[in-house]
């Protein structure tokens, strides 16, 4: 979601067609970093929050499943890339996690891999069966829940002892490593039902909700010097600003999750605490949605000012993506469980604005993509003074 912080090579020969930006074709492979995986995540969103909507147009499910599969085709084809890349280039592949900003990203393969899985058993179910999509299920979140946990860990344990951070460096992908145990916490609560009753469905229970607050801990960490770096030096260069966005996703993913582990802990927890677990998923998730809601306002103001002066495109766009498709799953979430309209009005309004924002941003990285600039290493451009600030 932010490009590979490299200098910038100049191209010494331009030709026509397809990667003519790059002095070589199998540059495509040469810096390739885990920021790619965002869009996957993106595209796998779309499709899951479809199928979470509290109403349905006729032909929702089946775009909604075949957004589902482009999503999977996309993460073969990057988890095939990111093998040569790492095979070829294992120095620039180690090196990501070294950087004190690609070294955030690597939170977005595990994201990736679930929210794939998740769309398996949601969607993939119509076309692939039941029981190939719970394996394929059960596979991605197992492999997602393993490396989200080691990011959640080793990013952080990074930042302390090995990146040089300065005091503005805060920005909205520090979240990226530490929001992967909420997703797990959310698509889990799917996975809790296809277990044998007993000590099995409350392991994964108990489980999901420590990984809730493994997430959420991190991220009640994290806002506070986001929120301070922006306050005292402003937003930074134009291609950052979409990273704003991120707050979005432990946020909405954070509501979905209590309310979908509502779901099976009335039958799993005894007495009284499966009714606890519903009065969690209620109050704090209208809590918790209220300040997303804030927080949308806020990223989008920053967006459009930000735009008036010219926003470039970058990878960071797919900011705009995962982050508001939580906030979709969350409501519709909220919506399932109080049946009030503002959540469906809501929902709705927020899933049109998620598919016309993965459109725009799938359409400039496959056109950017086709040229070759995308694979290209770019020099990061410098945070302006707060007196520069974008005005």
Known sequence: MTSTPLTEEPVTARRSGPLRELDHPA???????PNWFASVMGTGIVANAAATLPVWLPGTRVAATVVWALGALLLLALTAAWVVHWLRHPATARGHARDPVMAQ?????????MTVGAGALLLGRDWIGLGPALTADWVLWTAGTVLGLVTTAWIPYLMMTTHDIARDAAFGGWLMPVVPPMVSAANGALLVEHLPPGQPRLTMLLGCYAMFGISLFATLFVVPQLWQRLVHHKTGAAEGVPTVWI???????????????????????????????????????????G?????????????LRT????????????????PVGTVVTGTSALAARTGAALFVVVAVALYLLLVLAWLTVAVRTARAGY?????????????????GAVA
Not at 27 to 33: D, E, R, T, Y
Not at 105 to 113: D, K, S, T, V
Not at 261 to 274: E, F, N, S
Not at 291 to 303: G, K, Y
């Open 27 to 33: 540059q495509v492979f040469a810096w390739l970093g």
């Open 105 to 113: 990203f690597w939170g977005a393969p595990p994201m990736a891999l």
């Open 247 to 289: 707050v979005l996703g432990p946020l909405g993913q954070s509501v979905t999750a209590a309310n979908l582990l509502a779901r099976p802990a009335g039958d799993v927890l005894p007495a009284p605490y499966g009714g606890a677990a519903e009065a969690l998923g209620l109050f704090y998730g209208v809590s918790a949605w």
């Open 291 to 303: 300040f997303a809601v804030v927080w949308l306002v806020l990223a989008a103001a920053l967006t």
């Open 307 to 322: 735009v008036r002066v010219g926003m470039p495109f970058a990878l960071t766009w797919w900011s705009f993506t995962f």
């Open 371 to 387: 040229r070759g600039g995308l694979f290209r290493p770019v020099r990061r451009a410098p945070s302006p003074s707060p007196s």
